[in-house]
């Protein structure tokens, strides 16, 4: 089997201010984040050979975002990968420049959530695997099933789990504050978080990110053309997605204390860029914290902390920028929230801007190697996008 | 002569008491407590409840027939003792009938499976009863009603107490009822409801039917009705030479509340739990009529191996804080709910819901012939060996649980926040993701054990959304 390593670049991103734009439609953000894109590669709308467009909300077909862009009659794909269809976006667009299918192609993720009226995301209709009958939960409980195991698997009493939930949450307020493209940009305190209403125990607010309205684009190239766009192209080391059969919810073999879907994407990723020792040779990485739980049980599921040694690796802000590994330097989802198609690809935006330096108050020092981890579906029933990226060829 | 086999009751574990209600409308409440039905229980799912309880340990015993008894059915057109047999995993031969419109329904519905056994076409007949009353706020019945249902199973063999006679007699009179739209019941002037309707009714059937039966009053260990004031029934069966003080079976008026079509027969329930061989129980189902009939215990009630008695589900409850609940519970306040995605987008289809009736609704996954693998919901190709069609049907509905985690959830809507999302695990195998019912908070750990009930999840577009939740064991 082939790998995608150093096949492909990416040479422009563009991504919009993550929030509640009630100023803004979905095609608005769609073209800010591509025309950004287009500006940062040094490339014309009519450049463009393929799009893959994820999405999951706004209708049907590729026209949501051939409409607004006014592409000229090439293919546009739409894709759907629950909450990790930004990632998928980009490992189309990825896929079809490494088999020569196309040379310049645009992977663009958009979601509008505030004009529903409700809080939340919207229900998915019922289909014969996922019956009506079964559980109502929400995305939080099913988060929160987790956080209960996962403390009870660490000895850590109600209060430690909190705490250390909250550690989390505040550092990536910390983060926010620092990304100007943000929802929330502001510090909290540790009492603030710890002493927040509870959203689904031992879940509260500030465990959870919020939902918003966003969009970002790629621009991904051949390899052997990117420095003709740009003497900083970020190539593509891995780019891995894991379905799992929704296992953790019928088998009591589950612990219910990670995600194997993540598990095994990391494994597979590394293996395709390369990576023996992913704790010291990943330079950065944005993670799916759609709640801190998730982000506490990415770093061991991804081998960068020891299992059941995430904790101490918190504590010890190993995961702080100006740690040894900088974990969602952007604020992550806690503090860009989570339009579901947009969220892959701005994690990439993140971790493309460190890679070249970029990152202004945030940057991390002589990064070499970023990885993105984008997680759709609850513990027990995922599907997770790892995709990994290099400076270097 | 045909009898009592097994039964079985349920009785909400949410309670009121009479004096919150009184408290809530600035008027006096009676004493005692009523039971409520949960917002996830109506008629169907509480019979549903009876019988799994009677027939707890009666599980391979055939049953012919299944009759449903009551004035409150979710639907007006649609049967339920159909849906009743489909989750109780009853063959198809079954014969399935719904019995309504009068509070004499039930022990009408008894009526009728004598006359079935002793004719020959029936062996054994499931008659299930249930009501959750529908009275105005603040009328005087509010108080003094309460839900729950019964289930008996009749035969000929193997009984605890043989039906010595049923006698009934009918009678039209106006005294309560409900037109056709109309969501509550009107009543009569109580003085004419008291003295023209129940008071003339019972005393005259009860009277008649003793003298027809060579039977004496001091024959009875108890009398059990459907009688909303055991006061003024008290008064009436004492001019027939009953003690009502001694005889009286009126437990359940003061810590239950009448429960309408399901009342004489849980009365005869609860009198049953404390009878010895060879007492005799008269039992009067009033409704439009009267019906009498006379139960009398043998030796096997000695070493019946009860259920979860009523005794014990009276002193099992969760005291409600409030009469708002209440309201909110039955729908008769329209309360603001958090904006969550509409659940028109989660509305059960007939031609889903048909495909699941045979397997899945009696909570029935697969177990692997291959692997021996057992599973839920019901899978064609195994999780373990992925083999492809070589599953065997496994029921998970009264296996051992235990909660693996839980999370209580406060933005899912609800009329009982939080949502109590649990993951539940069965003994040798199987998993399920499932609400918990029926929980105090505090009493909800990881580990606990749990047991399944069947209950409407919700209902929407004209469609009540029958399943399955777990709930804490109650002995």
Redesign the interface.
Same mark, same amino acid.
């Not at chain 1, 019956?131 to 929400?138: F, H, I, K, Q, V």
């Not at chain 1, 929160?144 to 195991?149: D, F, G, K, N, S």
């Not at chain 1, 919810?249 to 009591?252: A, D, E, Q, T």
């Given at each position: 089997m082939e790998s995608i390593k150093n096949k492909v670049a990416i040479v422009g991103m563009g991504c919009v201010k993550f929030g509640e734009n009630f100023d803004k439609s979905i095609d608005d953000m769609l073209i800010d984040a591509a025309y950004e894109a287009y500006a940062d590669a040094g490339i014309e709308s009519k450049d463009i050979q393929a799009a893959w467009f994820g999405n999951l909300w706004a209708g049907h077909t590729g026209q949501i975002l051939a409409t607004p862009l006014k592409l000229s009659y090439i293919p546009v794909t739409h894709t759907e990968n629950a909450c990790a269809t930004g990632s998928e976006a980009l490992r189309g667009a990825c896929y079809a420049v490494a088999a020569g299918a196309c040379d310049i192609a645009l992977a663009i993720g958009v979601e509008k959530l505030k004009d !529903?009226?409700? /809080? =939340?995301? $919207?229900?998915t +209709? $019922?289909n014969a695997t996922w019956?009506? +009958?079964?559980?109502? /939960? !929400?995305a $939080? @409980? =099913?988060f @929160?099933? /987790? @956080?209960? +195991?996962y403390f @009870?698997k660490n000895n850590l009493s109600l209060e430690e789990g909190k705490r250390l939930l909250a550690k989390i949450a505040v550092k990536n307020h910390h983060n926010g504050s620092l990304s100007p493209k943000a929802q929330f940009q502001k510090e909290i305190t540790l009492e603030t978080a710890m002493k927040a209403?509870?959203?689904?125990? $031992?879940?509260g607010l500030f465990d959870c990110c919020p939902v918003s309205d966003g969009a970002a684009a790629a621009i991904v190239v051949r390899a052997d053309m990117a420095k003709s766009f740009r003497p900083d192209p970020i190539y593509i080391k891995a780019m891995q997605i894991c379905q799992g059969?929704r296992?953790g919810? /019928?088998?009591?073999a589950?612990d219910?204390a990670h995600v194997e879907e993540t598990r095994r994407a990391g494994v597979a990723a590394y293996k395709e860029a390369g990576i023996g020792n992913p704790a010291q040779e990943i330079s950065i990485a944005e993670v799916h914290d759609c709640f801190t739980i998730t982000e506490l049980t990415i770093m061991e599921d991804l081998q960068f902390s020891l299992s059941g040694k995430a904790p101490e690796d918190i504590e010890s802000g190993r995961y702080e920028i100006g740690g040894a590994l900088p974990i969602n330097t952007d604020g992550g989802l806690k503090c860009f929230g989570h339009p579901i198609g947009a969220t892959g690809l701005r994690m990439m935006y993140e971790v493309y801007k460190q890679l070249q330096g970029k990152a202004d108050k945030r940057q991390i020092k002589n990064p070499i190697i970023g990885l993105t981890h984008n997680q759709g579906g609850e513990p027990?029933a995922a599907v997770v996008s790892v995709a990994i990226v290099g400076n270097e060829k | 002569m045909a009898g009592i086999i097994s039964f079985g009751a349920h009785i909400p574990i949410h309670r009121l008491s009479r004096s919150v209600i009184g408290q809530s409308w600035e008027s006096r409440g009676t004493p005692g407590e009523r039971a409520v039905a949960n917002y996830d229980e109506d008629s169907l799912t509480m019979a549903v409840a009876a019988a799994r309880n009677c027939l707890k340990h009666f599980a391979g015993k055939k049953v012919d027939a299944l009759y449903f008894a009551t004035t409150t059915a979710p639907y007006l057109e649609k049967q339920s003792a159909a849906l009743i047999a489909a989750v109780l995993a009853l063959p198809e031969e079954t014969h399935t009938l719904d019995f309504g419109n009068s509070l004499r329904c039930g022990t009408s519905a008894v009526s009728a499976a004598l006359n079935a056994i002793n004719s020959g076409a029936a062996e054994t007949v499931l008659v299930c009863a249930a009501d959750i009353r529908a009275f105005h706020p603040k009328s005087s019945q509010e108080m003094s009603c309460g839900d729950g249902a019964v289930a008996f199973l009749l035969g000929k063999e193997d009984l605890i107490a043989e039906i010595e006679w049923f006698d009934s007699y009918t009678d039209e009179v106006q005294d309560v009822w409900r037109i056709q739209g109309e969501q509550f019941n009107r009543t009569a002037e109580e003085r004419f409801v008291q003295d023209f309707g129940y008071g003339r009714v019972v005393r005259n059937a009860i009277g008649k039917s003793l003298k027809k039966r060579n039977a004496a009053a001091d024959q009875f260990s108890k009398v059990c009705g459907n009688f909303t004031d055991p006061r003024s029934i008290g008064k009436v069966i004492g001019k027939l030479g009953f003690k009502p003080e001694e005889q009286l079976q009126g437990e359940l008026n003061q810590n239950v509340g009448d429960t309408g079509s399901a009342m004489a027969l849980m009365n005869a329930a609860l009198a049953l739990e404390s009878a010895s061989a060879g007492q005799r129980i008269l039992v009067a189902g009033y409704g439009n009529g009267c019906d009498v009939f006379s139960i009398k215990t043998t030796d096997k009630i000695a070493n019946y191996p009860f259920g979860r008695k009523i005794g014990d589900q009276i002193n099992q409850k969760i005291m409600m804080s409030s009469y708002n609940k209440f309201l909110i519970w039955r729908g008769l306040v329209d309360v603001s709910l958090?904006?969550?995605?509409?659940l028109n *987008?989660?509305? &059960?289809t007939p031609p889903?819901q048909w495909r *699941?009736v045979k397997w *899945?609704l009696t909570l029935s996954g697969t177990k692997c012939q291959e692997c021996g693998t057992i599973?839920? &919901?019901p899978?064609r190709v195994c999780?373990s060996c992925k083999i492809k069609d070589k599953m065997d049907r496994y029921c998970f509905n009264r296996i051992p649980a235990k909660a693996?985690?839980?999370?209580?959830?406060?933005?899912?809507e609800t009329l009982d926040s939080?949502?109590t999302?649990t993951?539940v695990?069965f003994e040798g195998?199987?998993?399920m993701?499932?609400?918990m019912t029926d929980r105090k908070l505090d009493e909800v750990v990881?580990g606990m054990d749990l047991e399944m009930t069947f209950r409407k999840?919700?209902s929407v577009g004209g469609i009540n959304?029958y399943?399955w939740k777990c709930t804490p064991v109650r002995k």
């Open positions: !529903t009226g409700f /809080m =939340g995301l $919207p229900q +209709r $019922p019956s009506y +009958r079964l559980s109502s /939960m !929400t $939080p @409980a =099913g @929160a099933l /987790m @956080a209960t +195991r @009870a209403p509870i959203v689904s125990s $031992p879940l059969p296992e919810f /019928m088998s009591p589950y219910y027990g | 958090t904006p969550r995605p509409p *987008e989660r509305q &059960p889903a *699941e *899945e599973q839920y &919901p899978q999780m693996v985690t839980f999370s209580h959830d406060y933005i899912m939080p949502v999302t993951v695990d195998g199987g998993r993701i499932c609400d990881v999840l919700y959304n399943w």
